[in-house]
């Protein structure tokens, strides 16, 4: 009796040391100097031909410095890390010009954009090594932070955390006319948070731990303990959690209040007043921050994570770091601070009835015909996983539809869907409130919840060429936990789709 409770004792404490491990060691990175000034990606506005705006983007390898002294390979858009912020306007026609210098395929997804499947860069649009690919569309969504990253099958996990990726952002006569901070790189600050594990020589370590990849050093717009200077008036950061899967709990480290203005599909109707922003692996907020007072402050994660289950979160080591992000510090004022807008935007909610169906999105739990999961095969939605020859569900085109994405397993997934903007109807039963009023393209399904979101399915039907959803943890995806939906005027005259899935 004696020895069994000396075991368990010995469990007990070993489980107590890891667990602090996971959370105070591995997810924490205190003691920052702050001392490299944050990069600005290059703005692009691209070239009018014909009518048409025309963007280049080239995906190359490349190195950089990060940690002092040490190169690190990298890949990149039009440089060797990260990507230009695309500047796109609503009403415009644009051509995305996308050459692939990989010595490997790729593909190139515009994550929340509305475009036609064709266009979307999913596994299915695949552009091998030296070859080009031209995306075409008409811009007609609202002002909205959307970012660009690679989406071929099994391998955007690691084509992203190489560091391809990038913002794109809309503008349209909303968000031109509001008064809002827009001199970008000085009041109008992209940040793209990711975290990185780096081996002794300086290198990006891709290991899958806990099902997926998490580093214990933070990099913003590619910049290892970096600081910001901003004017002491109010400051607008647009955030994007680019990482593989850690989901951040984002606040100051002087707990002050701010204002959410935008989620991933536009501006809130109103600022919302807040402290925290929860951002789950593709997800964007855009806040506003006062620095009148001249006060400097880090931004930073936090370890509560009120949407997560704190089991599942504390053995993942998910958002339980206190993970230092960026030191603003500000200088005096050349001009007067913008004051807070009352209003943002519109947002007519859609209503339950107005669905033509509703839709249940299982994500976890047991793979269909009871096939183990194992290495490599990740948790599966609706007990199925990823098969680029299969479509899973077909939207007839017009209809507004409810998904009910409900997720029974033990931990929490950011689920995306490919094409649309979706608002939040209800979590658990409960209407949303807050930043989940806002226009969603993923949205975190904590271990237990049940989420009902709706979305008109307004444009692009494709007999042939699908769009995905998926869970925005890559190396779930990667592993694949993703489905495939096409969107066709009659789904009755649907013939056989799954041929020549794999070409267009
Ligand atoms: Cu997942």
Known sequence: MRRVLMGLLIVVVFSVAVSYWLIFVRATNGGLAFDNKLLIPEQLFGTVVDGRRQFHLTVDEGSREFLPGKQTPTAGVNGPYLGPTVRLRRGEDVDLIVRNNLDEMTTMHWHGAHVPARMDGTPHQKIQPGETWTVSFEVHQQAAPLWYHPHPHGTTGRHSYQGIAGFMWIDDDNSEALDLPKTYGVDDIPLVIQDRLFDDDGAFVFAINQGAVYGDTMLINGTWSPFLQVESRRIRLRLLNGSNARIYYIGFDDNRAFHQIATDGGFLETPLQTNRVTLAPGERAEILIDFSDGAE????????????????????????????????????????????????NTISRIKASDAAKTRPMVLGGPLQGGGPAGPGVGPPINGKIMDMERIDEVVRLGDT????????????????????????????????????????????????DTVRIIMPFDRYADPEVPYMYHCHIMEHEDAGMMGQFLVVEDPQKLGNVTKNLQHK
């Not at 080591?317 to 005096?332: A, F, R, S």
């Not at 397993?409 to 409130?433: C, E, K, S, Y």
């Open 401 to 448: 539809e409810i998904w009910e994405v409900s997720n029974p397993g033990g931990q929490a997934h950011p689920f995306h869907i490919h094409l649309v903007q979706f608002q939040i109807l209800d979590r658990n039963g409960q209407r949303p409130t807050g930043a989940e009023l806002g226009w969603k393209d993923t949205v975190l399904v904590p271990a237990g």
């Open 297 to 344: 402050a880090v931004l930073k994660s936090y370890p509560e994570a009120e949407l997560l289950d704190t089991i599942g979160s504390f053995f993942v080591g998910l958002g339980n770091g206190h993970l230092e992000l960026l030191k603003i510090v500000p200088q005096p004022a050349k001009r007067a601070s913008h004051a807070l807008p009352e209003r943002l």
